[in-house]
């Protein structure tokens, strides 16, 4: 059984980096900082620098949320209510206007109050996702610095305290500190 290092790991949609059998995460701490040419002190701030213009900032990008109307649309896009839209048709070409009427009119109230509950929805995540601190405790070079969480690179040794919130999990040593892997930390 082939255990993979750090370097093997797959991005994220690649095929077979979601697998089982990809072990990474059991990999030794200290083989993880050999691994990522690190050292327990941390890296120096050159280094940190030189990484950070290799591998890039430490964010995820954020998908737009879409519009009003393909919101709305999406309120649409359910099997029940093409039967209902198609039941409530159906009965204003045969006259029964009060049964279609009512029937639309049911359709019409839940897509506004699904519209209005996904609005306010996507407002509270985008607020909560502003009240996250964006920032990490590393050692670099041996000290103790206090980092935006975009300047985390590969190879920085992440200091934790219990009950502290940190976005993506990383390797954990058994002194409860994490060592950044390759890509997004």
């Not at 979601?18 to 941390?42: C, F, K, P, T, Y």
């Not at 964010?59 to 649409?76: C, D, E």
């Not at 206090?146 to 920085?156: K, R, T």
């Amino acid at each position: 059984m082939k255990t993979n290092t750090i370097r093997d790991l797959k991005k994220p949609g690649q095929p077979g980096g979601d697998s089982a059998s990809d072990l990474w995460h059991a990999i030794e701490a200290d083989d993880v900082v050999e691994q990522l040419e690190a050292r327990q002190e941390g890296l120096t701030p050159d280094e940190a620098t030189e990484r950070r213009a290799r591998y890039g900032a430490n964010t995820i990008a954020m998908a737009r949320p879409g519009g009003p109307l393909k919101l709305l649309l999406r309120q649409l896009n359910s099997p029940l209510l093409f039967v209902l839209l198609g039941s409530g048709g159906i009965a204003l070409l045969l006259g029964k206007v009060t049964d279609g009427a009512v029937v639309l009119g049911v359709v019409a109230l839940n897509a506004i109050i699904g519209f209005i509950q996904e609005l306010r929805a996507q407002k509270a995540i985008t607020a909560l996702g502003e009240m996250v601190p964006e920032s990490a405790v590393v050692r670099r070079d041996g000290q103790v610095s206090h980092v935006a969480a975009a300047d985390v690179v590969p190879g920085d040794i992440l200091l934790l305290q219990s009950g502290e919130r940190r976005r993506r999990e990383r390797h954990l040593s058994p002194n409860r500190e994490r060592v950044g892997a390759e890509g997004p930390a």
